[in-house]
């Protein structure tokens, strides 16, 4: 994203810019994963890092509290489970409540693209 022209400055409100996205749909990005199959926290951390979608990169700093948010919130359910190791896993799977919860952040995020997808080609006609 950033270039040869890109400043200090710049570079930093973009920094700003990829933390505050990640921020506002790790929420979503978490309970996606989870509405296919349950899934223990570090295996969340492969999976939306794998994405290959470095601009959302969830970190462990951010995930666990966010887990705990969805915890309190009834969004997930959590299970410990020893699977034959010494230290148990604790396994977050998506509730009917997140479920619902996913449906409204995906129309919100879906919404949302579409308008900055108008107002794009609007000032794209306006420079014509």
Known sequence: ????????SETADLSRLRRELTRGTAEMA????LSSSRRYGYELLKLLRGTGLKMLEIKEGTL???LHRLETAGLV???WEAEGRIRPRKYYEITDQGRRRLLLLRAEWDGLVEAMKELRAMLDEVRK
Do not use: D
């Not at 270039?3 to 200090?8: D, K, L, Q, R, V």
């Not at 978490?30 to 994963?33: E, G, K, N, Q, Y």
């Open 1 to 8: 994203m950033e270039n040869e022209t890109t400043t200090g």
């Open 30 to 33: 978490v309970l996606s994963v």
């Open 64 to 66: 666990y509290p966010l």
């Open 77 to 79: 359910v959590p299970t």
